[in-house]
């Protein structure tokens, strides 16, 4: 299973933006269909954002589309989620997750993950 480390996480203020960044190692990073979850205080962990192993299709979450993008870099073993007019309910820890997988279908479910980052904290503001 590929290793996954996030990174961008922080404090900022409702209407602004942060990226988010996740790079994997000791396993094939093209393999892996690559998410985006978020857990605020309380609350299940929820899917955000997922993106094909090419890159070519992504989903996300109807509380995030049109202000959230993900992407990926498969030479440099990283996906991205650049999170623009953020709300403070977006605040949360996000968890980058990744499903080795040659198919198309992009799962929703946590439990279709095997492999994930161990977090980073988003605080929006009011």
């Known amino acids: 299973q590929v290793q996954l480390v996030e990174s961008g996480g922080g404090l900022v203020q409702a209407g602004g933006s942060l990226r988010l960044s996740c790079t994997g190692s000791g396993d094939t990073f093209s393999l892996y269909i690559m998410s985006w979850f978020r857990q605020a205080p309380g609350k299940e962990r929820e899917f955000v954002a997922a993106?094909?192993?090419?890159?070519?299709?992504?989903v996300y979450a109807d509380s995030v589309k049109g202000r959230f993008t993900i992407s990926r870099d498969n030479a440099e073993s990283t996906v991205t989620l650049q999170m623009d007019n953020l709300k403070p309910e977006d605040t949360a820890v996000y968890y980058c997750?990744?499903?080795?997988?040659?198919?198309?279908?992009?799962?929703?479910?946590?439990?279709?993950?095997?492999?994930w980052g161990q977090g980073t904290q988003v605080t929006v503001s009011s």
């Open positions: 997750a990744g499903r080795r997988s040659t198919v198309g279908i992009i799962p929703r479910s946590a439990h279709d993950f095997g492999s």
């Open positions: 993106i094909t192993v090419n890159g070519a299709r992504s």
